[in-house]
């Protein structure tokens, strides 16, 4: 149940910065959808400029400069954009500015803001923001109206609200794994792990405890946190169910390959092969290519295993051209490495 979070910070994510369609006025410059989608930032925002410039209360315009303002690294002026533009927008258009303008304010960690945005924008998915930061502020009180208010929604922002009143409502302990699921959440990733790691001993053994071990081992192992990636997985004492085996052997094995024991966790994800779910062996794959510090063992890692994440964790690595050849048929990611 706590993995939802996760899956409900990539969707907003992905679904507000980077599929940035939205009501406009109709001024979009021609090509530059296709330009962002090939990773030309630059080249886009020359563009939007002029058109912004030409139809400053065009909302679609602005959205996609702000996007490509992000990406460069320029928040001050992606905010700036969204502000100046949010003065002529509907109220139907408000809302959404207001939690692009949040999930700014993520990425240059100014948590004042989140919670400012968020909250006013008055979206499910914003008010879980807001309530997050709350937590993490250790600010339970404020963070419980808005939860819920959202608990109803059909969606998994709902589930999460759920999930996270249950934990703030059962003791102090469950309180401590809402606070490092916030943290994880709004990104503080490492800081996570280690409080993470600190909570979870004091867990009642059984099946749960185990669930949590493994994800937080992974999470953990994904954040740069070898050491607690291994502490968590070897107090492991019994396993969530006999068909997650394979899960513990495939941490294990990314464990040795992050510790640069290439070969031992090499064999190791070899031996799963056949034994695991394909999709789940895949995913597992993916990851420890991503921890390989060597790029020819991330070459081996990967194989002939063919998926986005195989293909910009070879990119990471260095393998351009072995990058390119991993894309799945059919995917975007090949445009966008080819013109890299």
């Known amino acids: 149940m706590l993995r939802v979070r996760l899956l409900v910070l990539g969707t907003l994510a992905v679904g507000l910065l980077a599929c940035i369609g939205g009501p406009g006025g ?55 954009t969204l502000s100046d533009v949010e003065a002529t927008a509907t109220e139907d258009q408000k809302p959404e500015i207001r939690l692009r303008r949040a999930l700014i304010g993520l990425r240059t960690r100014d948590m004042d ?26 600010e339970s009180d404020a963070a419980r109206p808005l939860l819920q208010e959202i608990q109803g929604d059909p969606t998994i922002v709902g589930e999460t609200a759920k999930k996270y009143l249950e934990m703030l409502d059962q003791g102090s302990v469950q309180e401590g794994l809402a606070e490092v699921t916030a943290l994880w959440a709004l990104g503080d990733r490492a800081t996570a792990c280690d409080h993470a790691s600190e909570i979870i001993p004091d867990l009642d053994d059984g099946p749960e405890k185990s669930e949590l071990q493994l994800l937080w081992a992974s999470r953990a192992l994904t954040s740069g946190k070898v050491g607690v990636a291994n502490a968590l997985v070897s107090e492991i004492l019994e396993l969530p169910s006999q068909d997650q085996a394979w899960r513990l052997q495939a ?44 790029k020819e063992v991330a070459i081996r890692i990967a194989g002939d295993l063919k998926s986005n994440a195989i293909a910009w964790c070879l990119e990471k690595a260095g393998a351009h051209d072995e990058a390119v050849t991993h894309v799945p048929a059919g995917s975007k990611m090949k445009d966008f490495l080819e013109n890299k």
């Not at 959205?63 to 992000?70: A, D, G, H, K, V």
């Not at 400012?116 to 930061?133: D, F, I, Q, Y």
């Not at 294990?252 to 799963?272: F, T």
């Open 251 to 294: 941490t294990k094995a990314q464990i040795a390959i992050a510790e640069g024991e290439y070969e031992k966790g090499i064999e190791m994800l070899e031996k799963l092969e056949g034994g695991a779910p394909a999709d789940g062996l895949a995913d597992a794959r993916a990851t420890a290519c991503g921890l390989a510090a060597d």
């Open 113 to 138: 803001a989140v919670r400012e945005h968020a909250k006013a924008s008055g979206l499910p998915e914003g008010k879980l923001l807001a309530a997050e930061v709350h937590i993490v502020d250790l």
């Open 26 to 80: 109709g001024g979009l410059p021609e090509g530059v959808e296709q330009q962002i989608k090939e990773g030309d930032w630059p080249g886009a925002q020359v563009k939007l400029q002029e058109a912004a410039a030409a139809n400053p209360g065009d909302v679609e315009v602005a959205t996609y400069l702000s996007f490509t303002q992000m990406m460069a690294g320029d928040y001050a002026a992606a905010d700036k």
